[in-house]
């Protein structure tokens, strides 16, 4: 597979807990970014990272953090999860650091009970 | 920082029907893209087009940067192009794309 590739595919867990959403990008894409889908918030840019520096920041909150790995995989982990936290987390990449023709991943989706 | 607005909300057609999305945004931008997300949630790059015209088989899109819009024609339209069209957009030296809250299209067999 040469596309972006997310893992896993859905997650549930409790309030409080900590989780690590994973994403490798496509090959040859030195970019990463993440975002959360919500039915209340719509699709909203959370980080976004640059051949394993932080390159923009969006809506993310304190308890949540990522980075990006010498391999270029990058890691999404959110703790001391609420109800709320529940969302489509999607990752994307693109070649550029300039949000150029994002190609977006299947997705993790997120379920706090 | 940059509104995105798309037009309409909901938009429900017969098969082989034409139709036209439109994408508003407040600021001057230097990157506009268009997505499909299918009901299975996959999010499909469609266009990156911060200004001018490109087509894509049945698709094509149209940004006019100058009067701050871009549009997304669908031609005979099937029911595999069902799904939310969204238009995403930022501004220059950004790469914080702001997505608008969509167009659901429904098309009917």
């Known amino acids: 597979d040469s596309g972006v590739t997310q893992t896993p595919k859905h997650l549930i867990t409790a309030t409080g807990q900590r989780v690590t959403l994973r994403c490798s990008p496509r090959?040859?894409?030195?970019?990463v970014y993440w975002y959360q889908q919500s039915l209340d918030q719509g699709l909203q840019f959370l980080i976004q990272y640059y051949n394993g520096e932080e390159r923009a920041k969006g809506n993310i909150l304190e308890r949540f953090s990522a980075q990006q790995f010498p391999d270029l995989h990058s890691e999404l982990n959110l703790s001391s999860l609420e109800l709320g936290d529940s969302a489509l987390y999607f990752c994307?990449?693109?070649?550029?650091?300039?949000?150029?023709?994002?190609?977006f991943g299947s997705g993790t989706q997120l379920s706090v009970l | 920082g940059i509104q995105v607005e798309q037009s309409p909300p909901d938009l429900i057609l017969q098969e082989g029907a034409n139709s036209t999305l439109r994408c508003n945004f407040s600021?001057?931008?230097?990157?506009l893209q268009w997505f499909h997300q299918n009901p299975w949630g996959q999010l499909i790059n469609l266009f990156y087009i911060p200004s001018g015209t490109k087509q894509n088989g049945r698709l094509s899109a149209t940004t006019v940067a100058t009067e701050r819009y871009s549009l997304l024609y669908i031609s005979s339209s099937q029911t595999t192009d069902s799904g939310v069209y969204f238009c995403a957009a930022s501004q220059g030296g950004s790469e914080k794309l702001v997505f608008g809250k969509g167009t659901k299209l429904t098309v009917n067999p």
């Open positions: 994307a990449s693109s070649v550029s650091g300039g949000a150029e023709k994002l190609l």
């Open positions: 600021d001057s931008v230097n990157n």
């Open positions: 090959s040859g894409d030195l970019s």
